[in-house]
Every structure is written in structure tokens, then in C-alpha cells.
């Protein structure tokens, strides 16, 4: 890891930047935005089925998810990169995902004044899903012991970056930037099909009730697990053995992890951190 930007990046992310920083959006383009773990993978499915879960059984069937919506700024490997998925998606709009902080995203989404979907979820749901990610994801920074990660997570010091600056700026960018719908995870638990209607009225779709309960099925959590073209069993550089990627999907999950003082450690860097925003999450619904 190093500063990148002012931001912690690894490699994988920032070894193309120049064509991520060119990248070419169009107007139609639909960019789900995201901190990592925040449930980029359900979002992109609920946007997939709305698109496109009627009239491509092929999609749906075959290919992973993480290829219909290319990663922007990955580069890895023998894989193609992010902005070379994206160049040759065939789909009208296109889905693209990034993890960018807002002030990294390429000139491109807001000149062409593309469509963005930004899902947020709790810090501390949000930050015992990374520690799990960072165990399993062999790409990712060994993230130590669990106190060592969460410490390690107040001072910002993960990939892409500190949550605080990353909710929070996408907040603010939403007041002058109508073309952004800002969700939130613990209101997807809470109730889906609320999100989904959401969802469709700011992208202009018109669904009827009985795709919308279809599309509400196909993303729930256990669906979505026992579903091989969301649960990203086909990446080899993930160990499930160690943690699966469709891990609990629960808002309330970092009881489990926090003991009473790394909450109260956690509840001081929070205000101090976020004291200049408005915007609010629920730890428990
Ligand atoms: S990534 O790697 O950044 O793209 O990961 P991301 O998809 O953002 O986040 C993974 C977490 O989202 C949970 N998830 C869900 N929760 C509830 N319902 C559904 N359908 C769902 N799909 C994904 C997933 O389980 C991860 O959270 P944790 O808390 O680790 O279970």
C-alpha cells in the first residue's frame, strides 16, 4: 500500500490511471459508486435485473457478475483491465463500478452528466466486512489482528482510502449533483422493494409489480449465495475457506466483532470525524 492521491491505494488500482483518468463516459452511462464492502455486488445485480433480467437469459446464466459491470480503475493481471471492459461493453446504458473517492472520479461521468448510484453503509458493519474481505481476498493487505484493523481503519489507512471522507464527500457532491441517488445499505435490508422502487423512478424505468417481486427474489441474500454469477466463487484469488464473499449480509453483525472499548473508541473518532456532515446511518434497524 501507499499514498496515492491522498488516498492509501494498492497497485491493482492505480497502475492504469491514465486511461481511468480519460475515461470516456457517455450520458447514459449508470456508475455505481461505492467504499468497498458497502454492497456494490447487490446493487449492480439490482441494476442488472432491472436493465437487463428480462431480455437476456444468456447474462444471467453465464457470466459473473463482475463482468457485466466492469471495475473501473482494476488492473490486475492477466485480466482486462476496467476501462478496457468498459470500452467494449456491448449493453445500453453501460453499469460500471468504482470504489473512487468522489474527488478521483474521472472528469468525464460529470461533464457528460451520467446517471450515479452511490450505496453507503455503516462504519462498523461496513469496516467488519472489509476485515473479513482482507482475510479471504489474497489481492488485499493482510489485515492483521481484528483491533489492529479496526485501528487501522479510524486513521483511514485501507484501500481507497478513509470511509469518513469517502460517505461524506460523496454526501455533499449529491447537494449540487441532481443526477446522483445516494442509498443506503441498512435501508436495502430494511426493505427492498422501497429501494428498488427508488431506484427505478430515478432511472426513469417503468417496472411492472411482477418483475419488480421477481427481481426482489432473485437478490436476496440467500439467493445471491447460492446464486454462482453473484457469489464470486469464480475468482481464484479469493479463499472461501477462509470467509465466503456472500459472508452474513446483516446490518447490526458488528456487535459480534466490537468488545465494549473498541466501541467506545470507535463511537469518539466517529463524532470527531464527522462532525462537518450531515449525513446520518443507522447501526441497527
Ligand atoms: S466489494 O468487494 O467491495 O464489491 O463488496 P460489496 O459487494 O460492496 O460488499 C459485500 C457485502 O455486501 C453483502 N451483500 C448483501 N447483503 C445483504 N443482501 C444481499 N443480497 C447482499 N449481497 C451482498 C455481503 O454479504 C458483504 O457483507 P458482509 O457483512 O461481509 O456479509
Known amino acids: 500500500m501507499f499514498d496515492f492521491e491522498g488516498i492509501s491505494m494498492t497497485r491493482c488500482f492505480t497502475d492504469n490511471w491514465e486511461k481511468v483518468q480519460n475515461f470516456q463516459a457517455r450520458p447514459d452511462d449508470i456508475l455505481i459508486a461505492t467504499y468497498p464492502k458497502a454492497g456494490t455486488t447487490w446493487v449492480s445485480y439490482i441494476l442488472d435485473l432491472l436493465y437487463f433480467g428480462n431480455d437476456d437469459l444468456e447474462r444471467q446464466t453465464s457470466q459473473p457478475i463482475y463482468m457485466r459491470i466492469p471495475f ?5 493481471q492477466e485480466f482486462s483491465t476496467g476501462t478496457e471492459m468498459a470500452d467494449n461493453l456491448p449493453t445500453s446504458p453501460r453499469l460500471i463500478k468504482t470504489h473512487l473517492p468522489v474527488q478521483l472520479v474521472p472528469k468525464s461521468f460529470w461533464e457528460q ?3 450515479i448510484v452511490y450505496l453507503a453503509r455503516n462504519a462498523k458493519d461496513n469496516a467488519v466486512s472489509y476485515f473479513h ?6 489481492v488485499q493487505p493482510e489485515p492483521g489482528d481484528w483491533n489492529s484493523f479496526i485501528q487501522k481503519f479510524m486513521k483511514g489507512k485501507n484501500v481507497f482510502g478513509p470511509w469518513y471522507d469517502h460517505v ?3 454526501w455533499e457532491k449529491k447537494q449540487t449533483y441532481p443526477n446522483l441517488l445516494y442509498l ?3 435501508d436495502l435490508v430494511e426493505d427492498t422493494g422501497r429501494e428498488v422502487e427508488r431506484l427505478s423512478s430515478f432511472l426513469g424505468l417503468s417496472t411492472s ?3 419488480r417481486e421477481k427481481i426482489i427474489k432473485g437478490v436476496q441474500f440467500d439467493a445471491m449465495k447460492q446464486n454462482n454469477m453473484t457469489n464470486h466463487v469464480t475468482l481464484p484469488f479469493m ?3 477462509i470467509s465466503p464473499f456472500m459472508r452474513k449480509g446483516k446490518v447490526g453483525d458488528w456487535k459480534c466483532h466490537f468488545t465494549v472499548a473498541q466501541n467506545e473508541q470507535f463511537d469518539e473518532v466517529y463524532k470527531q470525524k464527522m462532525k462537518k456532515t450531515t449525513v446520518r446511518f443507522r447501526t441497527e434497524i
Open 239 to 241: 479463499d472461501f475457506k
Open 133 to 138: 474481505f482482507d482475510r479471504m481476498n489474497m
Open 184 to 186: 443506503f445499505y441498512e
Open 168 to 170: 461524506s464527500g460523496w
Open 72 to 76: 473501473l480503475e482494476l488492473c490486475f
Open 209 to 211: 409489480v411482477e418483475e
Open 113 to 115: 452528466n451520467s446517471r
